[in-house]
C-alpha cells in the first residue's frame, strides 16, 4: 500500500491564485482530514470528510473548499490565495473516528 | 478554550539515556489521547492511543502514561537511539474522534 499521497510536495503561489492540493489514500478508510501546520504551532484541523460525499467544516476553513466524490481522494481547494495561507498541508486518513489516523508527506505552500 | 500543552519545548538527551515528556489538557470531554511522532519535513506518525480507561500504554521503546484525573499524559522513550531525534506531539480528541487539539510539540535531539 502506498498509504496517504500528497501532491505536489512544494509549491509558490502568488496572491489571487488559486490551486488544489491533492490527497489520495489507498487504505479503504473512511474517515479523511486536512490539516494545516504553521511554524512552532499544533496542527490546525481545516475541513474533514466521514465518508464518500460528506464534508464538514474543521477549526479554520475560511479560504479553502474541499469535495469528496470517491472514497480515495480528498482534494483541497483555495481560493485566492494570500500570504496567511502560506504553511505546511498535511492530508490524513482513518477507518473511524476513533482510530489511528495515518497521514501523507505533506504539501509545503509559499504565498508571496 | 480546549488546550493541550507540552513541556518542555525542547530537549537534548545523550544517546542510550532515557527521558520523559509531558502533556497537560483542558479538553473536554475527552475521548482519547495520543502521541505523535514527527520527523523533520515529514507527517506525523502514530505511536500510542489512551482511552479514558487506560492508564498505561507501550510501543517498543515508547511507553506513554494518563492520568484523566488530573489531565496529564507522559510519554517515556527508554534508551534512547540517535532515530528518535524529532517532534514528540500530545492530541487529544473530544466527541466522536472529529475534533483533535494538537499541541505544539516537544522538540527532541539525541546526539552522541
Known amino acids: 500500500n502506498a498509504g496517504v499521497t500528497q501532491t505536489p510536495k512544494f509549491r509558490i503561489l502568488k496572491i489571487g491564485q488559486s490551486m488544489t492540493l491533492q490527497c489520495a489514500q489507498d487504505?479503504?478508510?473512511?474517515?479523511m482530514y486536512w490539516y494545516r501546520q504553521d511554524p512552532g504551532m499544533g496542527l490546525k484541523l481545516i475541513y474533514y470528510s466521514v465518508g464518500a460525499g460528506i464534508t464538514d467544516k474543521g477549526e479554520v476553513p475560511n479560504g479553502y473548499n474541499v469535495s469528496r466524490s470517491t472514497t480515495e481522494d480528498f482534494p483541497l481547494r483555495l481560493e485566492l490565495a494570500a500570504p496567511s495561507q502560506t504553511s505546511v498541508y498535511f492530508c490524513a486518513s482513518s477507518y473511524g473516528g476513533q482510530e489511528t489516523q495515518y497521514f501523507g508527506p505533506g504539501t509545503r505552500l509559499l504565498v508571496l | 478554550k480546549n488546550q493541550v500543552e507540552q513541556s518542555p519545548q525542547s530537549l537534548i538527551i545523550l544517546e542510550g539515556k532515557n527521558c520523559t515528556l509531558q502533556c497537560n489538557y483542558t479538553v473536554s470531554p475527552f475521548s482519547n489521547l495520543r502521541w505523535y511522532k514527527q520527523d523533520t519535513g515529514r507527517g506525523p506518525v502514530s505511536l500510542t492511543i489512551m482511552t479514558f480507561s487506560e492508564n498505561t500504554k507501550s510501543n517498543g521503546r515508547y511507553t506513554a502514561t494518563l492520568d484523566a484525573d488530573t489531565k496529564q499524559s507522559s510519554l517515556h522513550i527508554t534508551a534512547s537511539q540517535l532515530s528518535d531525534s524529532a517532534s514528540y506531539i500530545c492530541v487529544v480528541t473530544t466527541g466522536g474522534g472529529n475534533k483533535l487539539t494538537f499541541g505544539t510539540g516537544t522538540q527532541l535531539k539525541v546526539e552522541l
Open positions: 487504505m479503504n478508510h473512511n474517515y
